[in-house]
C-alpha cells in the first residue's frame, strides 16, 4: 500500500462517517501551502457541511489553479452532464463554495479555493441569513479557534495593512497617498459593498456588539467581479467615504490588501474581537499577517488627562494602564490612528516610523514578498509529509 492509501485509509478509520469525496476535500483544505489548518474534528466537520455526499463526489476532483468545465467533470465522475452542471451550479451559485469563471469565448469552469482567505469570504459575504450559513459561520469559528493560525504565521506574512484614521495624519507631511483611504477611493468608480464576514460569523457566535455590518469594500476590477456575481452590490464614492466614515466613529479599525492604493483592492472595517487578522494577535499573539504600521501613536504627557479614552479605544489593547501609569505597547499596534482620533484634549499624534517599508507596488511584487515568507513552511511540510498535495 502506498503512502496516500495509507494516508486516506488513516483518515477513513478516524473519521467513519466521511465519505471518499470528504476525505479527499479534507486534504485539500489542510494543505499548509493554501494556509490551511491541521485536519481536525472541527475542519472536517466544516467540510462535511460545506458539500453533501454528492457534491463531495464531483468537487473532490476540482483544482484550485486551473478550472475545469461542466463536462470535463462529467467524464471524470461518470455522471450524466445536466447532472454535474446542477451540482457545480449550486456549490457555485448558491453555497459559493466553488470560484466558477466564464466568457462568451469559453464555458463556464470552476475551481476550489482555500479555506480562508477565499472560501470563509465568499460564503459569507451576501450577508445572508438562513441556518446553512450561521451553522457555516460558527463551524469555521471553531475551526479558527484551534488556534492553526500561530502556525500558518509562524513565518511572517503580511497579507493585510491597516489604513491610518485620515484625520489623524493630515498634517504630516510623511504620509503617502496609500495610507490615505480617501486616495484608494477617489482612484477608482468601480466600488461595491459587502457584509463583514468576520462579524457575521461571529455574530452567530454571541460575539456581535451592534456595530456596523455593511463595512466590507470592493475597488476595482474586484469591485466588477463581485458585483456581476451578485456577491457585493454597487455603491459611488459618496457612499463608501460615508460608510468608512461611521465604521470610523463606531471604533472599527480598517485594512487593505498590502498593496499599493491604485491596485484592484478590498478594504473591510472591523473590531477586534471578530477580525480574523486582529484576532490573530488580541486572541493568539500572532501578528505576522498584518504588516508593520507607517505610523504609531505618540502621547503628549503634559496635556493628557489621562481619561482612558485611548484606551477603551483601541482594538489591539496596545494603550494599557498600570498603577496609574499609561504604558503603550508598541508590539501590538497597528497604526489605525483609532486612539489619536478620539483624544479629547489632542494629546495623541501619529508620527512616522522611521524605514518604514511601502507597500509592493503591485499584485506581481506582492505575490513574490509573500511567496518568499511561505514557501520555507511549505517545504517543512512537503519534507514532513513526503508527498506533494498542492494540485
Known sequence: MSKTENSLARLKAEYPELKAGHIRLLQFYSNPALAGPRIT???AALVRHLFTDEEAEVAQHLQIGRGRDASYMSQ??????DEVEKILDRLADEKRALLALESAQKPRTYRLLPLMPG?????????????WHKEFGRLYDAVYNTGYIKEVLAVPVPFARFIPVEETINATPMAIPSDRLTEMIMSTKSLALG????????????????????TCLALGSLAEFMITRGIMRRTDQSEAMEIKRRANEAGLATLSINVNFDNPNFSCSCCGDCCVALRSITQFNTPGIVAPPHFLPSREEKTCTQCQKCIR???????????KK????????????????????????MQPVKNYRRPPADYLRFGLN???????????YVLREKKLTFR
Request: proline share 7%; aromatic share 6%; charged share 30%.
Open 119 to 131: 472560501t470563509f469570504e465568499l460564503v459569507l459575504m451576501e450577508g445572508k441569513e438562513d441556518e
Open 195 to 214: 457584509t463583514c464576514v468576520c462579524r457575521q460569523a461571529r455574530n452567530w457566535g454571541g460575539h456581535d456588539k451592534d456595530l456596523p455590518r455593511e
Open 41 to 43: 474534528p472541527e475542519l
Open 326 to 349: 499609561w504604558i503603550f505597547k508598541k508590539e501590538r499596534c497597528i497604526g489605525c490612528g483609532l486612539c489619536a482620533s478620539t483624544c479629547p484634549t489632542k494629546s495623541m499624534t
Open 313 to 323: 479605544r483601541c482594538p489591539l489593547k496596545a494603550h494599557v494602564l498600570s498603577d
Open 370 to 380: 509573500l511567496g518568499r515568507n511561505i514557501f520555507p513552511g511549505y517545504l517543512k
Open 76 to 81: 471524470h465522475v461518470h455522471r450524466p452532464l
